[in-house]
């Protein structure tokens, strides 16, 4: 799903966008909550929604999700500095740490940005769009554990599960090494970092209340194919499988 408005420039905005695996007959039920989230959206009422429903036939690549844990944060200058120090001791150059969170401060960008980790030089062709992740989901059984999981831990919404998956599937690429996510959600301001190796680190407070910046960034190898990652991230199906244990 996606949606948007046209403002009084004539220029169409980002409102909210949505994508899953799901078994056919659960088709109207996920249709109709996202059309409500279309409609209700904190951004704004979307004037545009736009509905893709494909049968995928190739059969999905089981993932297993990543370990969540919560990082005590308490201002957006403390949430930056966490992400500036967890993305280095994960191998970032400053530069490409630098070149992401500009890009989130500005904002208005519908899906990801792909940076090199070393030299942060971005690789996606269109960078006002970005790159979106798509074909992904959860297996029900799947589905249910992580939901009790994080019920214990009073986060157990849409927006947590949605950004778990993404995380993960993300992650599972052999050249990725990290991603930073803000939302541009006004009133959502939990950001993460998430790697293979620490897992989807949440760290509340990241940004103010009521601002707009928000984005993705997907840090790659240098020297990695963007048309092959891309390929993965818009068309391979992958599915969640298994849940991690938690880290608290
Ligand atoms: N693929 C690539 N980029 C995306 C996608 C996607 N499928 N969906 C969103 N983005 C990009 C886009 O630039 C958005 O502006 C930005 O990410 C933020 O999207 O643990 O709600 O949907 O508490 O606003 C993370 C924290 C919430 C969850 C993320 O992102 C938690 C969120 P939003
Ligand atoms: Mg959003």
Do not use: W
């Not at 939990?190 to 407070?205: C, D, F, H, M, Q």
């Not at 997907?218 to 891309?230: A, N, R, S």
């Amino acid at each position: 799903m996606r949606a948007s408005k046209t403002v009084r420039s004539q220029k169409e905005i980002h409102i909210s966008g949505a994508e899953g695996l799901y078994e056919a007959s659960d088709i109207q039920r996920t249709v109709k909550s996202y059309i409500e989230r279309a409609l209700r959206h904190p951004k704004g009422q979307a004037d545009k929604i736009t509905l893709t429903i494909e049968n995928i036939k190739q059969s999905p690549e089981e993932i297993s999700a990543l370990p969540v844990s919560t990082i005590d944060c308490r201002s957006p200058s403390e949430g930056l500095e966490i992400a500036n120090t967890l993305l280095q001791s994960l191998g970032i150059s400053k530069k490409a740490v630098g070149t992401a969170f500009e890009l989130i401060k500005k904002g208005a960008m519908r899906g990801a940005a792909i940076i090199t980790a070393k030299k942060g030089r971005r690789l996606e062709p269109d960078k006002e769009r970005g790159v979106r992740v798509s074909r992904l989901g959860i297996k029900k059984t799947a589905l249910r554990s992580l939901s009790s999981k994080l019920s214990r831990s009073g986060i157990n919404t849409d927006t947590v599960k949605e950004a778990i998956i993404l995380a993960s599937k993300v992650a599972a690429y052999p050249a990725v090494s990290a991603e930073l996510c803000i939302s541009d959600d006004p009133d959502y301001i939990t950001g993460y970092v998430a790697s293979k190796e620490l897992g989807y680190l949440r760290i509340p407070n990241i940004k103010c209340q009521k601002s707009k910046s928000g984005g993705r960034a997907f840090f790659v190898k240098e020297g990695t194919d963007v048309q092959e990652l891309i390929n993965y991230l818009e068309r391979v199906p992958a599915i969640i499988g298994k849940i991690t244990l938690s880290k608290g």
